[in-house]
């Protein structure tokens, strides 16, 4: 299978993990919208800062506003 | 190998391939960078509309300015 795990950027930068084997990833506005493999779904004030698919991680960072 | 195929959608709607077996993509601002497995480039004024990854399946959508 290929999902990815997603991590969000924390305070000091550093990636945390956000939910793990997400398949579906739909940017909407200033929120992304997941959903993983076992049908879990969150949502986020969120942009994609980068994603390295073969490496199955997917980075987002928040958005402060 | 967990690449994508990266789709455009065009002006009705339907989407064309746009670039295969994608691993990175990093949105820089109102740009998409892309880069596959064989190292081919890409970067496309664009937003990402759906992610698919079990699929192996991504959709962009062009930003008119």
């Known amino acids: 299978m290929c999902e990815a795990n997603v991590y969000l950027l924390d305070e000091d930068g550093m990636p945390r993990l956000y ?21 879990q779904r969150k949502q986020i004030k969120a942009r994609i800062k980068e994603m390295a ?12 506003k």
Not at 53 to 64: D, P, Q, R, S, T
């Open 19 to 39: 939910l793990e084997s997400v398949d579906k990833i739909i940017p909407e506005g200033d929120e992304i919208f997941l959903e993983n493999i076992f049908y």
């Open 53 to 64: 698919l073969v490496e199955h991680k997917i980075i987002l960072e928040k958005l402060i």
